[in-house]
C-alpha cells in the first residue's frame, strides 16, 4: 500500500506576489506533492489555509500516514482547535515535515515547546546544504553537499530542542552556518524539520531537494504507531484499594501501629 502524504501550503504568496505565481503557477503545494509522486510507492494530496477546517479534518487526517507543512504569513490564522487535532494525530504516529518557514508555525512551537526562532536576512546568497549524516535514510543518493544558488539565510542560533539527529547543516555566502536539516520524535509520530524553500526561488524544482522530500516522507512513515488510539485515552478510574502488603518477620511499625505482618 502507498504511503498517504498530505502538503499543507498556505497559498497566499502565489497570489499577492506575481514572482512568487511566476515560479510556481500552480501553488507551491502542488509543486511539492509533484515531487512526492515522482516516487510510486508515494501518493499525495493538498491542501490549503483556504479551505474549511485548513483542509485538516479529522477525517482527512485519520487517511493521512504524513503531513508536509508549509506556512509563513499567516502562522496566526491557523485555528488553535486545527493545530491540537495535528498534534494528536502526531503523537498517535502521524508523520510531519515542516519546511523553511514553517519553523514559526503553532503546530511545530506547539511540538518543540520552545520559541523556534532565528536570524534571518533575504539577499539572494548561495547555498551549501552538507550533509553530515550519509547513513541516514533521509540522505539517501544524495551527492556529498547540494549546492542551492540563491536563497534566503537562516542562521543560528535556532532555539529548537536539541534534535535526536542532524542530518543536514548549511552554509552561506555570508558567513553563516545553520542547523538545516533535523529530527525529532514527539509520542509515536516523527518530525523533520528542512530549511530550504523561500518562495521568490524556484528551490522545490531543484531535484536534489526533491529527493529529499521524497527520502523524509518515507523516513517519517510509521507504519505501525504504538500509540495509535492512546493518545486521546481518559484516565481510568481504580475501583478497589490493592491488597494489603504483607511481609515475613517482624513488624518494622511502633507498637499499636497497624503494620507488616
Known amino acids: 500500500m502507498a504511503i498517504r502524504a498530505l502538503v499543507w501550503g498556505e497559498n497566499i504568496h502565489e497570489h499577492v506576489n506575481a514572482e512568487v505565481g511566476r515560479i510556481y503557477p500552480d501553488g507551491m503545494h502542488e509543486t511539492i506533492a509533484a515531487a512526492l509522486r515522482e516516487d510510486p510507492a508515494l501518493e499525495a494530496e493538498t491542501a ?7 483542509g485538516l479534518s479529522e477525517a482527512r487526517l485519520e487517511r493521512t500516514d504524513v503531513l508536509l507543512w508549509w506556512g509563513h504569513r499567516a502562522h496566526g490564522d491557523v485555528a488553535d482547535a486545527v493545530v491540537e487535532r495535528v498534534a494528536n494525530r502526531i503523537w498517535e504516529g502521524m508523520g510531519l515535515l515542516v519546511l523553511h518557514s514553517g ?13 523556534c526562532s532565528l536570524k534571518w536576512r533575504e539577499a539572494g546568497e548561495r547555498e551549501r546544504l552538507w550533509v553530515i549524516n550519509r547513513n541516514h535514510p533521509i540522505a539517501q543518493g544524495l551527492p556529498e553537499a547540494i549546492e542551492v544558488p540563491s536563497t534566503e539565510m537562516y542562521g543560528e542560533p535556532f532555539t529548537v530542542p536539541e534534535p535526536d539527529e542532524t542530518v543536514f547543516i548549511s552554509w552561506y555566502e555570508g558567513g553563516e552556518v545553520f542547523r538545516s536539516g533535523m529530527t525529532w520524535r514527539r509520542g509515536a509520530g516523527r518530525v523533520f524539520y528542512f530549511a530550504p524553500g523561500h518562495e521568490t ?9 526533491r529527493q529529499v522530500l521524497r527520502n523524509a516522507v ?3 512513515y510509521n507504519p505501525a504507531p504504538a500509540w495509535k488510539g492512546i493518545a486521546a485515552a481518559p484516565n481510568v478510574p481504580v475501583d478497589r484499594a490493592p ?12 507498637p499499636g501501629e497497624e503494620g507488616f505482618r
Open 201 to 209: 526561488y524556484p528551490i522545490y524544482h531543484q531535484p536534489e531537494i
Open 103 to 115: 519553523h514559526f508555525s503553532k503546530i511545530f512551537k506547539r511540538l518543540m515547546g520552545a520559541p
Open 48 to 54: 490549503t489555509l483556504q479551505e474549511p477546517e485548513h
Open 218 to 220: 518515507r523516513w517519517a
Open 243 to 254: 491488597e494489603k502488603l504483607t511481609a515475613c518477620g517482624p513488624s518494622l511499625h511502633a
